[in-house]
């Protein structure tokens, strides 16, 4: 018998995500939809192609047997906590990307602030 469960937490740990709410959003569903679908045991459709594009053996999704995953890794081979790893750095790289661009935009409307005053002092002189 397939336990969601175990599942759930399979598919959660082959994209690197620790929460729920996190693999709602990948689904596109809302969190109050996922929360149903998991009482109801009827997410395994939407599971299925996250499986397939990862690439990971369907007997390890569904029963956690397949020999070749072991230590961490799908049977891709791909070794999820490098790939958890990976994405943090990425979001942190992200994260500042974003908090420079906003302070740039920043300076750039104060600046444009200044300029439309002294178009505006040019024109009144």
């Not at 790893?85 to 602030?113: C, D, H, M, P, W």
């Amino acid at each position: 018998m397939i336990n969601f469960s175990d599942v759930l937490e399979r598919v959660k740990k082959i994209k690197g995500l620790e929460h729920d709410y996190q693999l709602a959003d990948i689904l596109g569903i809302s969190q109050e939809n996922f929360s149903q679908k998991k009482r109801r045991r009827t997410l395994l459709p939407l599971l299925l192609p996250i499986a397939i594009e990862e690439k990971v053996d369907l007997n390890w999704l569904l029963k956690g047997s397949d020999p070749n995953c072991q230590n961490e890794k799908g049977a891709s081979g791909r070794d999820f906590k490098k790939i958890k790893e990976e994405r943090r750095e990425y979001s942190a790289g992200a994260a500042a990307t974003i908090s420079f661009l906003v302070e740039k935009n920043k300076e750039l409307e104060s600046r444009i602030a200044s300029l439309e005053q002294k178009i505006k002092d040019l024109g009144n002189g």
